[in-house]
């Protein structure tokens, strides 16, 4: 199995993006084609050790940044490290892909070049959220702002392929995002999508949920609009760091606070794990030929290399071939 890493891609990217690869490298065994300017990443893997035999370097001439419009960027950016990363999979020359940079040109650059699985009508972001189950995951998490019924129903089905051939979930729970948890509720496309989901035998719908039940872990799998489901993301990420910067304040505050601080170290390192992006990696954009892992753009080189055990996981447990059989038969 070979992982192509876009090199250039991200906040942090080539530094962090290496150390990542390298630790991916030793830890998992991964074997990785890296792209983007040879002569420094070259550089820059040189201060590690690791199995040289485990690395490929391809060379580009260009970098797809965060102010790039997305289908400028795949079609006046084909050299770039991202687009080359894409094109690997396309060629069948590596199994998944995973990049850092610009969201809006990954998921273009997904459509445009590795194309939809034949059925699905729109690919999704699928990305994990912290709840007291350990996770919840989140489809739509702002792939598509506009939806229809039948998006919101593919979403469920492929969050659980996801759930089950990833993650080890055992018949995994679907809710529906809405404003209230009685059936009936919402808009017309929750209402219409409701009655869509009831019905579907592929998944495990348990009904409406609300934004507040999804760190309950009220469902394994919850499902919404991009839109939506992109304020959620958005919203949990900046209540965890202004939880924990609240509680780095408070601890910090004096003597007393600092000795307190000591006797709930452990928990408080448990909890800011829990919260921590890097922990999940990164987000599979579920629905594409192919498999195609959004890391955080801020990643650092621990999220790096989880993205890479994830996308290693979501080939072995294909993924795409589960997705093509189910909703196939849609």
Known sequence: MKIAIDGMG?????FSTVKGIVDAINEYNA???????KTVLENEFAKYSFDKGNLEIIHTTQVVTNDDKPVKAVKGKKDSSMMVALELVKNNKADAAVSAGNTGAL??????NIGRIAGVDRPALCTALPSKKGFT???DAGANADCKPINIVQFGIMGSIYARQVLDVKNPTVGLVNVGSEEGKGNELTKAAYELLKEEKLINFTGNIEARDIPEGKADVVVCDGFTGNVILKLIEGVADFLMGKLKNVFMSGLISKLAALLVKDGLKQMKSELDYS??????FVGVDGALIKAHGSSDAKAIKNAIGYAMKYV?????????NSIKGE
């Open 279 to 284: 922990e999940y990696g990164g987000a599979p």
């Open 137 to 139: 995951l989140l489809l």
């Open 31 to 37: 074997e990785i084609v890296v792209t983007g300017d």
């Open 107 to 112: 998921l273009a650059g997904g459509l445009l």
């Open 10 to 14: 991200g906040d942090h990217a080539p």
């Open 316 to 324: 072995e447990g294909d993924v795409v071939g589960e997705i093509k």
